[in-house]
């Protein structure tokens, strides 16, 4: 099950390097002076990207917990 926890690490990193990725992301948006529907388009094409990395994270903290409670 050791095996598992790692894993399960190595996947919650992954999701927290997409949920940066996309916090930059809208920084970066909001920072570039768009107007409103310029700027709520941008943010529509970023959300997907939020939304896969969280769900990514708690996969992988499931993963581990599993792992934890297995072994």
């Known amino acids: 099950m050791e095996m598992l926890v790692?894993?399960?690490a190595i996947v919650?990193?992954?999701g927290?390097?997409?949920i940066i990725c996309s916090v930059v992301l809208v920084t970066k948006a909001r920072r570039s002076g768009l107007?409103?529907?310029e700027l709520r388009a941008?943010?529509?094409k970023i959300l997907p990207?939020?939304?896969g990395a969280l769900f990514l994270s708690m996969i992988?903290?499931?993963m581990v917990v599993v792992?934890?409670?297995l072994g």
Request: proline letters at 0%; glycine letters at 16%; hydrophobic letters at 60%.
């Open 60 to 62: 992988g903290l499931m």
């Open 67 to 69: 792992g934890i409670l």
């Open 49 to 51: 990207i939020n939304l």
């Open 16 to 18: 927290m390097i997409g």
């Open 6 to 8: 790692w894993a399960g």
């Open 12 to 14: 919650t990193v992954a």
């Open 35 to 37: 107007e409103d529907a």
């Open 42 to 44: 941008r943010l529509a």
